[in-house]
């Protein structure tokens, strides 16, 4: 049975990962902050990384650590690259497996969206940027590698810290009204659709950069009035706002999302609608 070392193993993805995978692979899971000292991994430190690697040898590396708040990023661009650009490459060295990285629509400036996978890159924010660089040094570098970008995550685990998904459905139960931008443009994308994505990506050993997500683009006011229908909830709570109006630390990118004809004419796969994942979701929830 071959292993499978997964960075970030406890977050969103992580946890859609994990049951994706386990009964094919041996999975050596780690975290930043991992409850027991044994699967904790700070993919910034080198020689963390250099050690561990030494004691474990995994086939492949499942990359999903990542500083993922955004604003965070743009307040401390220097712990931004370590992690983000820097993890990569202490996961790199001396690496002979296949490597799987997690990247990001934010690779794009946002202008002209949604996006194949050869239109040019122009990240506008810290936490984009750093995910390029890492994207650049793969393309650049002797490992065998995918790069998965994906967009707009979510899931309803009773275990994920931050959701769009949970704060919309929680909100509305308690009848309280949310404002959410109606200007930023994706293709929202269930962790569990791209973890069953991940999982033929590791068993078909496919190599190259590809994007995955679930087929609709919609803004993110459209997502969450989507949302609500899905589960039974009072969409005239949800208020549309602009995203200058949520002075943030970071710019987004505005009209983005990700298409995926080369997943479906190169490798046969089609993604679940939206709202097919959104539906699944709740019927798994049983609420
Ligand atoms: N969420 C999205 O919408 C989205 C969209 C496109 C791409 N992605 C990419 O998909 C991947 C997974 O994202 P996610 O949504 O699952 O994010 P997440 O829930 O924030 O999980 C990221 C994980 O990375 C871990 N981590 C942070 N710093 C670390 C470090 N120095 N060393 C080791 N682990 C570290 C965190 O561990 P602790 O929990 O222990 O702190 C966390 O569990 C990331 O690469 C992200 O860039 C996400």
Redesign the pocket.
């Known amino acids: 049975m071959k292993s499978i070392l997964i ?2 193993a ?5 946890l859609a990962c994990s049951n994706a995978l386990q009964t094919k692979f041996r999975l050596i899971k ?5 409850n027991s000292v044994t699967n904790r ?4 430190s080198k020689k963390s990384v250099e050690s561990f690697l030494g004691q474990h040898t995994p086939d492949i590396i499942l ?6 708040d955004v604003d965070g990023c743009e307040r401390d661009p220097g712990g931004a690259n370590r ?1 983000n650009f820097e ?1 990569v490459v202490n996961l790199c060295e001396g690496f002979k497996g296949h490597f799987i990285q ?4 934010y690779v794009f400036n946002g202008l002209k969206g949604p996006y194949l996978e050869e239109h040019p890159t122009d990240a506008i924010c810290v936490y984009g940027q750093s ?1 390029l660089d890492a994207e650049k040094f793969l393309i650049n570098s002797k490992i065998n590698h995918t790069i998965i970008r ?4 979510y899931s309803y685990s009773p275990d994920t ?2 959701s769009f998904l949970k704060w919309v459905v929680e909100s509305l139960k308690d009848s309280k009204g949310i404002n959410v931008v109606r200007d930023q443009w994706n293709n929202p994308t269930s962790t569990n659709s791209l973890a069953q994505f991940i999982n033929w990506v590791v068993l078909s050993e496919t190599y190259g950069l590809y994007h995955y997500a679930d087929t609709g683009i919609m803004s993110r006011f459209e997502f969450a009035q989507l949302i609500a229908e899905v589960f039974g909830l009072d969409s005239d709570l949800i208020k549309p706002i602009l995203t200058s109006e949520l002075d943030q630390a970071a710019s987004r990118p505005l009209k983005s999302g990700l298409r995926t004809q080369k997943i479906q004419n190169q490798l046969s796969i089609v993604p679940p609608t939206v709202q097919a994942s959104l539906i699944e979701i709740y019927n798994s929830l049983k609420l």
Do not use: C, R
């Not at 406890?10 to 992580?14: A, E, I, P």
């Not at 990359?63 to 993922?68: E, F, P």
């Open positions: 960075t970030g406890f977050g969103q993805l992580g780690t975290g930043l902050n991992a991994l700070d993919i910034s990359n999903l650590a990542a500083m993922t992690i993890g997690l990247s990001t629509d995910k994906a967009n707009v995550l810290k931050a």
